[in-house]
């Protein structure tokens, strides 16, 4: 699925984007990990990409305007297909193709067993006894898209957390990092085998890379989302190091001043109003209960919405006590029911439902978590999501042409 085909055009020279230090801005776009739920962010940046091309011109790609794209799980899987290169070192897909990919192959990633009366049981049994899927389809799709493409040959940077169970403590993998150390310089396919190997799931991820000195590193790695399911404050904090480093992509100056980020964080979802647990539900579960009930996996899913919210909650009051908090977007539906909810339910009628959530979210006025409910209320004056994304569209494309004006006059 090549987004560009044909020859090569005057777009093409822009890539890779301009380095920050040639403008005013560090822009980051930021994706949650959920599974087949990457149908929501995938909506909603297919729109983005489309007020930029408005801007720009139908050659332009979601790479040529972030400094970075972060991504967890199916969000590094999105991250990838929107960042690693072509023949022509262009982006693999355009934004309008993702929805396609999942479409076309979420039934084969998460394949439905067939159902019979004894289902919960074999299933309850199942979660027990191993992975719920193999993972073939998905590691044979990752690879035979990216081919030998490692972290440091993507068309912008990208930031993508995993954990490694060996040594118990987060890994993210940065193409800054692997242009410094060759042993960080993975191949994107493990990567994203890595990021997506959530437990009880898929199974976990191991792979070894080579300095080609004679030193090797091993991974052990299993799901991104145990660590950052959303991955903001991680491309937040491999940026800072960036300039704690002297960087010269970056101006110097103060690491932590935030107040020239822009940031775009797109979550896959969650079912805080559905209310689906219960203290005292959940006081009378053990081990399998937690592992299994009613077709989810309560573990994982409490977990994961505790990642993505204390990260939410993180930015948010950042960006607001430094008087900036329109540089900060998050969007996100906390309002998920029933199968929607669901990360692995791959019916037709199911995601064609998600799809239609991302279309509805952007209709949906811009709003914030507040902190003591940890809902997302309605922020006055900002308009909608999709009015919000239009704006930081144009930002992005006055400091893109700000970047390459500065560049073609040195």
């Given at each position: 699925m090549d987004s560009n085909g044909g020859t090569a055009t005057a777009a093409d020279k822009t890539v890779p984007q301009p380095p920050p230090s040639t403008g005013k801005l560090i822009t980051v776009l930021s994706i949650d990990g959920g599974g087949i739920r990457g149908l929501i962010p995938a909506t909603i940046i297919a729109f983005l990409e489309a007020k930029l091309q408005e801007l720009d011109g139908l050659d332009a790609r979601i790479a040529d305007y972030f400094d970075v794209i972060a991504g967890t799980s199916t969000g590094a899987l999105l991250t990838s297909m929107l960042a690693a290169p072509d023949k022509n070192n262009r982006p693999l897909f355009t934004a309008k193709d993702l929805n396609t990919f999942y479409l076309k192959n979420g039934p084969n990633i998460f394949p439905e067993k067939k159902a019979g009366f004894l289902t919960p049981a074999a299933k309850l049994l199942g979660a027990v006894r191993g992975p719920k899927y193999d993972g073939v389809f998905l590691h044979d799709k990752i690879k035979s898209l990216t081919h030998d493409v490692r972290v440091a040959d993507t068309v912008t940077n990208v930031i993508v957390p995993a954990f490694d169970v060996k040594y118990l403590q987060p890994v993210i993998f940065s193409t800054y990092e692997a242009k410094h150390d060759p042993l960080k310089n993975a191949h994107l396919a493990d990567i994203c085998i890595s990021t997506s190997a959530a437990p009880t799931y898929f199974p976990a991820h191991f792979f070894t890379t080579s300095d080609g000195k004679g030193g090797s590193r091993e991974y052990h790695l299993v799901n991104g989302g145990v660590a950052a399911n959303n991955p903001t404050m991680a491309a937040m904090s491999m940026l800072t190091k960036e300039v704690l480093r002297h960087n010269p992509d970056f101006n110097p100056g103060k690491p932590s001043d935030y107040r020239h980020y822009l940031i775009i964080s797109i979550g896959t979802g969650s079912a805080k109003?559905?209310?689906?647990?219960?203290?005292?539900?959940?006081?009378?579960?053990?081990?399998?209960?937690?592992?299994?009930?009613?077709?989810?996996?309560?573990?994982?899913?409490?977990?994961?919405?505790?990642?993505?919210?204390?990260?939410?909650?993180?930015?948010a009051v950042l960006f607001e006590a430094l008087h900036c908090e329109k540089n900060y977007l998050r969007i996100q539906d906390d309002s998920l029911t029933g199968d929607t909810s669901s990360v692995d339910i791959t019916t037709k009628e199911n995601m064609e439902a998600l799809i239609r959530i991302g279309h509805e979210l952007l209709k949906k006025p811009v709003s914030r978590v507040n902190i003591d409910t940890g809902m997302y209320e309605p922020v006055n004056g900002e308009g909608t999501n999709e009015e919000a994304l239009a704006r930081f569209a144009k930002i992005l494309s006055d400091e893109r042409r700000l970047r390459q004006s500065k560049l073609s006059s040195n």
């Open positions: 109003q559905e209310e689906k647990y219960t203290a005292p539900q959940c006081a009378k579960w053990g081990l399998l209960q937690w592992l299994y009930n009613g077709g989810f996996t309560p573990i994982i899913d409490i977990f994961s919405h505790a990642s993505s919210d204390m990260v939410d909650i993180h930015a």
